[in-house]
């Protein structure tokens, strides 16, 4: 049957939660082969308690509410909390409770009901008593009992601390299939005989790989065809063992949905739906249980994996296995389809990140072997030639002169990333951004294919239930032809607006905090160039550049916190309809933000710094009556690197203290809280307690992963010119990245709805616009940060040899002492202005007319021949970058043409099913039709 996201599916009946509906159709089927002797799904016991007064309702399948005659007595149907099993049965509600009787170490890993053979598919949890909250929750117990779900509450005084409520949810089998076909599951209907051919005709064995995980511990799964699961044709699929056919987190998934709509109030219509209950505290928590511990006394070389927990602790989290591939089926399997693509994605951006990191180390390389060689180097070196070169004050009044050997060190520092592998590293770069993300398009094809989500964006998803409880119209779906609720347009404008207008107060903001860092540059360095400390006034530049860079990467933390909790709240006033549509409103703001918050300090230092200023009387711009920062006669680009290796690295060291510090240190302090011994003097946990301590994944955890993944590919390849080490420092973290990742989720979160997802979602949309925007950024720090493009115009237009000789004397020009305005001029009782004391001209950097011509200190004509080299290469480096990157996008194919035949094959699969089932159907009704005329036959006779 027809599935869509929007959680129609046809006419709605009175017996199927919201968004679940089945047309008239078919609920006249004929049960499937396995269901003929009743309905599709067993009623489910009802209180034999009389409802109270008034009572309207209670239950999305109930929608006009209930009467008293319309409950059944509890006796006519087998209640799912037997008494036998549960050792005592307390209340007359027929909830069974848990019985002391069970074993404390029997009960640490138990995964059953305590009849040991139902499986807890979900566990609830609640400490408050409070009547109104309690009868919420009796009324949502109601609603899960009568769609077929089954529960297990374990009293208080079983509890460690004695204060929390346990409630286990089950779903039985018929409640499974039935949800499986609701929710167009694909399960297995023929094992995958194409994989096996492609494999037997490789054309070389196959060789041994270091960094393949132990198959001997997780052999490989068999590969098979799906469909979409359908109880009419129930005995077309791969069914060995009922209790295992659905996957625990196929279980927890379905039991969510059941939750998700289930009604807990008598009068009001939307009041439905575990989440709400949630946000009113009417639960503590609600999650699938972990498979048992992760840390178990046996090794696995002598007893094997206990469970798939442990599986994943041993051969994903733990450090040692920190350059092993990884088990990605079994992610997907134990954590959901979304988490799976997110480890899939960063595991491909890693290996990636391998070549980028090898070239920027040879180019890196490159610098450190030829920097002696390095003619303009050199030459600011020569303390008996330019080096010498009296050089104008860096700030006014207080700042001395100063000679040009004194920047030595910068220049060395600065050829080190600034030399002629440069271009070359920032071409590949530009390259490998747009292969990057034609070959993952590709691998994410893959994935999605044999994971069966490939179609899974191309159903219609449901409404959010806050979207629905927010909605006071209606209006009939296109697409189903159901009323549904909808927000009006003049409503979603006022919305809109109004986060529009937060967004841009918010921006202003931040850029508010990165015109303050500017305004502590200009204020910090003029203060030290003013020491008479010769060691504070020498290294007076650096000193600043990096104490700026730790005070921006404080800014950048700070406000992330504010604009997180911002967005979230914009984001909620907005009231997106779906789920999607919520994350992506909510990932644009966010990205928005951190993209201005990370990024404007970076692009201030490399195309704005030390360009307002054309010569030192300049008063043109000043800031609090302070002369522009500008950049030493090396260049910029030196400036560059520190900011964003200091952002960077910084950024990435605090975030994995964080993602893992945090959950451990919460979860200790749950432990600690928790230790109090039970009245019997028991101290083992059950194991839904034991996940109960553990920290609840955020909901929007995975969005920050792939923020920090993503904020993380910009620094790779927006600035990549400017720091070619970049890849590298990326890739050593994203290595502890993804163990740090996989210990959170394994040992420190409970485990997480297994949600399913076709891709990265919008996150490849971004990384698209950044890889663009990184042939323009690069194409820029080439041509106006560095100094290449100014040394290919000394070379071939004014040197008389074609070297690079003479370009340092080149690239200062001339200014009169005499010209400082009394303001500025420098003070001559300075102690490191006395060996300056008869110098009448200064030299600085720039390409000026000197002071003797008529259009003094204006730009000369070489200015403006470099202006025009750099406009033309930034021009030639993008057409030729972006026409190369355009022909690799149409030369790698997104699908791969053995799935593409796999997909062929099984929708020929599928048909032949559905064919096979009809066939066996007209069989079947045929016979019944031969022996019904038998039968009146033999009567007339």
Known sequence: MAYNRNGDYGQPASNHPIGFEMTSV????????????????????????????GFTGGTPMHPEGLQPGDLPDKNVYKDPVEEGSLGRLISEKGYGYGSHNVHTEDRQEQLFFNDNKRHIDYVLAFDDTEPRKAQKRERFFLSLREEGLEIEIEDKAESRNGRVYFVKVHAPWEVCTRYAELMNMKMPIKHNEIARDVEEEACLPKLPNPFEYDREYLPEEPNYFTCA????????????NQDTFFSPSQRSRMVYEVMVRARYDDKEKLRFGIIRLMENDCFTAAYPLHEGSYNTEHSMLTHGAENERKLLYELWARPKNW???????????????????????????????????????????????????????????????????????LCDSRCPYWTLDSSCFYSRLTYLF??????????????????????????????????????????????????????????????????????????????????????????????????????????????????????????AKITTTMTAALLNLIIIITLSRVYRWIA???????????????????????????????????????????????????????VVGYRMDQCDPAGCLIELCIQLGIIMVGKQILNNFMELGM???????????????????????????????LTDKPPLSLFDE????????GFVTLFVAAFPLAPLFALLNNVIEIRVDAFKYVTQFRRPLAIRAQDIGAWYGILKALSVLAVISNAFVIAYTSDFIPRLVHIYAYSSDETVSGYIDASLSYFDVNDFPPEAAPDVGLTSNQRFENTTICRYRGYNYPPEAADKYEYSIKHWHIVAAQVMFVVVFEHLVFFLTSWIAVLVPDEPRAIKHQMLREKFLAKEALYNAELEKTKKNRLQHDDDKEEEADAAG
């Open 26 to 53: 078919e609920s006249d089927r004929t049960p499937p082969i396995g269901f003929e002797n009743g309905d599709d799904a067993p009623p489910a016991p009802i209180d034999d308690a009389a409802p109270e007064e």
């Open 229 to 240: 699961f359908n109880r009419e044709r129930a005995n077309q699929y791969i069914i060995e």
């Open 323 to 393: 350059y092993k591939e990884q088990p990605l089926d079994l992610i997907r399997k134990y954590f959901g389809e979304k988490v799976g693509i997110y480890f899939a994605w960063l595991g491909f951006y890693t290996v990636w990140l391998v070549p980028a990191s090898i070239v920027g180390i040879i180019c890196f390389l490159y610098g450190a072997c030829t920097m002696y060689s390095n003619v303009p180097s050199n030459e600011i070196c020569e303390s008996g030639g330019i080096g010498a070169t009296v050089m104008c004050p």
């Open 418 to 539: 600034d030399n002629p592998a440069t271009v070359f590293f920032s071409i590949f770069m530009s390259l490998w951004g747009t292969l990057f993300l034609e070959f993952w398009k590709r691998r994410q094809h893959v994935v999605a294919w044999d994971w069966d989500v490939l179609e899974f964006e191309q159903e219609q998803e449901s409404p959010r239930p806050q979207y629905i409880a927010e909605a006071k119209n209606e209006r009939k779906n296109p697409i189903t032809q159901l009323m549904e609720p909808y927000i009006p347009f003049w409503s979603k404008l006022t919305r809109v607006t109004t986060s529009i207008t937060t967004i841009l107060f918010m921006l202003c903001v931040v850029l508010a905090a990165i015109f303050g860092v500017i305004v502590y540059r200009i204020v910090v360095v003029s203060v030290l160039y003013k020491s008479d400390v010769d060691l504070v006034r020498s290294n």
């Open 568 to 622: 979230i709240w914009l984001t909620n006033i907005e009231c997106p309809r779906t789920q999607s549509d919520y994350e992506d409103s909510f990932t644009f703001k966010m990205f928005l933000f951190q993209f201005v918050n990370f990024y404007s300090s970076l692009i201030y230092v490399a195309f704005f710094k030390g360009r307002f200023v054309s010569h030192p009387a300049d008063k043109e711009y000043e």
């Open 663 to 693: 959950p451990f240190l919460m979860n200790f302090i749950r432990k600690q809280r928790g230790k109090q011994k039970t009245a019997d003097g028991q101290t083992g946990s059950a194991r839904w307690e034991q996940d109960y301590i």
């Open 706 to 713: 792939y923020l920090e993944m993503v904020i993380q590919f």
